[in-house]
């Protein structure tokens, strides 16, 4: 191959100050009106105090008319500042024949202006300006996770093609081509590591701060970055269907998906604004005929009025804290599907857990194959490959991978079947082959090796280890296979009891020795082994009826039914895994078990959060509306109420990005 010489490695930087101004304008538009405003309304209290010209007493005399000072005229600056920002969403919902908050503002500003009060318009128009820029700012601020995944796509790779490195788009990778990954570069797209061993930085992924060490025959993501030696990494999928473009697609569905509450508060939002509008015009006519009061006063408290219903808080209520919630989790390796997912995260009452691939880390390796009397271990395990051949259960991949170390070629088998629960089976040479449990390959076993075969494999599950049996004409042999504990499991189930979480139960098909070893070292409160998939519903549909809501959490593989038949599923491992991303609710890429609790800690903290900010944006417009209709609340204090109120509900919501990290292995 040609001798490569590694470039200099590119260095990311900020943007640039004047790029992250001219993304803020509105915000500098907005610091501008309220500046001209505070010194301005100065001027004219100056000039007032002073007698040098007229204060107050001039801007409240009813009718509109022009400046004529020089604090006048600033105020009236300001005042057009915030028109152009707000009367430009104004207008734009006029054209789109809706009536939303953003004309209820303008019309109460320059109604201000017009009975004589500019600088109370300008002060609405400047807060409220002022709160959309900042709303802005975090709503950018909660897809930062969206950008670092962006930021994450390599902008080239280098590709072998007729014997050359030659520079390419990760774009125009071809599936089944090699690629080169040096030194701290990151991988382009998903493959298999076709030579050389390396450790890979996860963290941007998973959230694993640990690096994993890959050698030749494991799979890396794209998005992930070398930190040891070069890689050569087999093509097997395209980039834009990469496991890091696929959790790119996810985060952003995700940020569009509302809660349901959010999704009332949107169908309600149009007729809500109508319905503000027609009281204040009743409360104009109620208080200028029926009261008797001026018309400038009981048009000002009309106005106050419109201003102080405006459900700004109530509208920014939900968004802000369930897209903050996102954007914390995905850098976290947690990915929810929405605001939807994030209650129903918050909500379950009990827990079915899957074994292989979510307690378990579900990449299993065989130590032994055990012949029994004179069967022979090569021919074994080449049957075995043979069946599994073409499998994504990782019990077949350890058999394959197994068997291309030892150098057993795979013997395929004619008229293969998979059984769930139990198996596979094939015909070779005229005899059936099965491989898997014992009941399953007992039917066709010579009746002398039942025993010690059943024997062999008792005594491996009581140990904990796992083991399939094989039988073919007059040979059998047991595979005995090890799947490491994934971490932090006795810790995910002591913090889901601490949460009021229970009971926590264990499903699988494995058999009941390994089931009930495990589920005593986990803590479990219980466990049913040996089950098949639609047992598995069936567990699930019972647990919901004895406890209430059920979580499901699996590996995504081939709990598809049951994360999609759960009230809340969630997918552990899910980085590589596309049944994950489509049937759960939340897919974890972190390894460690203790990701799960964090994310229903999160869940449930987002939860109080929206109830919190929903509580506060209602009883602060219930106050105001009393407030001004008792003549408690002037127009300056209703604009600094209302807009103050939004501002604090999207801080209370931005809260969240702060969330600590989740605790895993270090």
Known sequence: MTPLIAPDQPVLRSPAWHTRIAGSHELIAAVLAGAFLAIGFALIRWASAGGGGPGRDALEVPGLRLPRTG???????????????????????????????????????????????????????????????????????????????????????????????????????????????????????????????TELNQASLTGESRPRAVAEGDEVFAGTINEGHPIEVRVTRHSSDSSLQRVLNLVLSAQERRQPVQQLIDRLSMPYSVSVLVLCVVTLVVLRFALEREWSSAAYTAITLLIVASPCALIIATPTATLSCISRAARAGVLFKGGESIERLASFHCVALDKTGTLTMGRPRLQQVHPVAWSDSQTLLGLAAGLEHGSTHPFAQAIIDEAQRRGAAPIFCERQAFQPGLGVSGVYEGSEVRLGRFPHVREIMPICLHARVHEVMEALHDRGSLAVALAWRDQAGVFVLRDEPRPGGEAMVREFHELGIRPIVMLTGDVQGVAQRLSEHLGLDGHHAELRPDEKLEHVERMRAEHGRVAVVGDGVNDAPSLAASDAGIAIGGIGSDAALETADVVLMNEDLRAVTWAVRLARRTRRTIIANLTFAIGAIILLIVGTLAGWVNLSLGVLGHEGGTLLVVANGLRLLLAPAPRTRE
């Open 71 to 197: 604090g006048e005229w600033l105020v009236w600056i300001s005042l057009a500042i915030g028109l152009v920002y707000g009367g430009r969403a104004a207008i734009d919902a006029i054209r789109n024949l809706e009536f939303n908050i953003d004309v209820l503002m303008v019309v109460g500003a320059l109604l201000a202006a017009w009975l004589g009060h500019p600088e109370e318009g300008a002060l609405l128009l400047f807060l409220f300006v002022l709160s959309g820029a900042l709303e802005d700012l975090a709503m950018k601020r909660t897809t930062s996770a969206v950008t670092a995944l962006n930021r994450m796509i390599p902008t080239e790779t280098l590709v072998q093609r007729n014997g050359q490195w030659t520079p390419i788009r990760p774009e125009e990778a071809v599936v089944g081509e090699t690629i080169l990954v040096r030194p701290g570069e990151r991988v382009p797209t998903d493959g298999v590591v076709a030579s050389g061993a």
